[in-house]
């Protein structure tokens, strides 16, 4: 399975802007559901955001109303637009396919890509 290929990322400082790319195969863009997570340093892999096929998002609490998801799915790519960025944004951020159920879109599946590093300075 050909593995998504995250890029974007980069060192700002709190209250900037960064737009993450996630380029994933077909196979993977087939799923209904993609997301965007991230994992900080000493912290377990936590969802961001989340999006279905007909464009319905969803977000964790702690970035709603600061990040966007939007997908591509001519293009095979999925997008994250995060503004008003916090130190505690800093992670490394990764995107997957997703299990859809009942409506929801639910735990990763697929292989985890490299990854793009957001850091985020007071």
């Known amino acids: 399975q050909v593995q998504p290929v995250e890029s974007g990322g980069g060192s700002v400082q709190s209250g900037g802007s960064l737009r993450l790319s996630c380029a994933a195969s077909?196979?993977?863009?087939?799923?209904?559901?993609m997301g965007w997570f991230r994992q900080a340093p000493g912290k377990e892999r936590e969802g961001v955001a989340s999006?279905?096929?007909?464009?319905?998002?969803s977000y964790a609490e702690s970035v709603k109303g600061r990040f966007t998801i939007s997908r591509d799915n001519a293009k095979n790519v999925l997008y994250l637009q995060m503004n008003s960025l916090k130190p505690a944004d800093t992670a490394i951020y990764y995107c997957?396919?997703?299990?859809?159920?009942?409506?929801?879109?639910?735990?990763?599946?697929?292989?985890w890509g490299q990854g793009t590093q957001v850091t985020v300075s007071s």
């Open positions: 077909a196979y993977t863009f087939s799923f209904n559901c």
């Open positions: 997957a396919a997703q299990f859809y159920l009942t409506g929801t879109c639910g735990r990763p599946l697929g292989t």
């Open positions: 999006i279905k096929r007909d464009g319905s998002t």
